[in-house]
């Protein structure tokens, strides 16, 4: 277990270490796939690619991705410390055409270079996969971030060399022949395979950067700054999903109560409505009722309770009435026309066994001072009795 405290904001919790050794007839493919938890570093594969087709289809793409290149093409030596030394390595070649990756010891410059043609390739190859690499590492001399974790080592080896330190300095490299350490490296608790050294050193490195290599590497700064922000999108992106389906979970619960809700608003508004209506129409139907009244005089405070009252209290028992019609219609009621009423006339029938009696309570009848005329229409002998009709004319039209 490598107890070290992981300190950059986006570096995310998964690292893919690739070695990209490159040879005669195609490069191969060393993968070390390292897990945080906290402030540990785990191993959780590591793994060999032949082709870059099978690397690419296996490998996760949204993982911080670092990239160390081993073999052919890469030139690695040890140079003294002067101000020409890039250029007793490179003899009459353009520095500016090379990425360098150097180590400097107090006596010595460890230093690594490749064509930056052959590396921007890679990398671009990677960028077409949707892959982008946040560091790379050219050579053997990252192996030297590995060295504080492995004290009691004074050599560290990987496929194509052999470093050879005194303390924590590296005093010397030499090639090897391809072979790697049988046990790989145990650090911490945790085996790291000689096939992933150079990776996970490259790892090391990223994290906690070491003062004493320097990597000349532009390529590099546009893909940190997108993978940044590709980090932070899909961060707020796994945020953000959750709130969303929850937000729509919640507007789809709240869009059925108030699509219920307003059935039964609709519902009772209907009904509401419907009874309104029929409100309207029993108004209707009052008021044209008060006006008939109205027009009649049926409703006048004068009418029926007064006129009856006083025709009928003093009958006498001998006089019998059969109607008492008040305000009677004019002409026949049709169906669909306005009722004519007389207003100023009372119609009486009744059979009387006394003409004495009668005679008596027509004279009383007459009285009346709201009676203008009195006229018998009909006054017939019936057996023992008489039938009549009278018809009454008021002084004023009600």
């Keep these: 277990m490598v107890q070290k405290v992981i300190d950059s904001v986006f ?31 785990f191993i959780a594969s590591a793994t060999q690619y032949d082709s870059f087709d099978d690397l690419v289809e296996a490998i996760p793409k949204n993982q911080t991705t670092l990239l160390s290149f081993s073999g052919q093409g890469i030139i690695s030596k040890k140079l003294p410390k002067t101000a020409e030394y890039r250029a ?15 180590l400097e010891e107090p006596e010595s410059m460890f230093a690594s270079v490749v064509r930056k043609t052959t590396v921007d390739e890679v990398i671009r190859a990677f ?23 492995l004290p009691q080592t004074s050599q560290i080896k990987n496929g194509n060399f052999q470093l050879e330190f005194n303390g924590d300095v590296l005093a010397d490299f030499s090639k090897n022949d391809g072979t790697y350490e049988a046990e790989g490296y145990h650090i911490e ?64 619960l709240l869009l059925g109560h108030y699509q219920n809700a307003y059935v039964d608003v609709q519902v009772v508004l209907e009904e509401e409505n419907i009874a309104y209506n029929k409100l ?17 005089g049926l409703n006048d405070s004068n009418f029926l309770s007064y006129y009856v009252s006083e025709i009928t ?13 008040v305000f009677m219609p004019s002409v026949k009621v049709k169906p669909g026309e306005k009722i004519i009423f007389t207003n100023d006339e009372i119609k009486i029938t009744g059979t009387t066994s006394s003409n004495e009696a009668f005679a008596e309570w027509i004279k009383a009848v007459k009285n009346f001072t709201w009676i203008n005329k009195l006229e018998i229409v009909d006054f017939r002998k019936n057996g023992r009795t008489s ?8 002084m004023f039209n009600v």
């Design 11 to 41: 570096s995310g919790k998964k690292f893919l270490c690739i070695e990209v050794c490159m040879r005669e007839g195609g490069a191969t493919y060393h993968v070390l796939e390292v897990v945080q938890k906290k402030t540990a570093l």
């Design 88 to 102: 007793q390595m490179l003899f009459n070649a353009d520095p500016g055409e090379f990425y360098w990756y150097e």
């Design 127 to 149: 960028e077409a996969q949707q892959i982008l690499v946040v560091d790379i590492s050219i050579g053997p001399f990252v192996l030297h971030s590995v060295k504080p974790l």
């Design 189 to 252: 608790g945790e085996q790291i395979p000689a096939k992933g050294i150079t990776g996970f050193a490259t790892l090391l490195r990223y994290l906690f950067p070491n003062d004493k290599i320097d990597l000349e590497a532009d390529v590099l700064n546009g893909n940190r700054e997108a993978f940044k922000y590709r980090k932070a999108f899909n961060t707020i992106g796994m945020i953000a999903m959750p709130i969303f389906f929850v937000a729509l979970l919640v507007s789809y």
């Design 280 to 296: 309207k129409l029993l108004e209707e139907d009052r008021k044209n009722k008060e006006a008939m009244l109205t027009e009649s």
């Design 313 to 325: 209290a003093d009958i006498p028992s001998e006089v019998n009435l059969n109607s008492l019609g």
């Design 387 to 394: 039938d009549f009709e009278i018809r009454l004319k008021l």
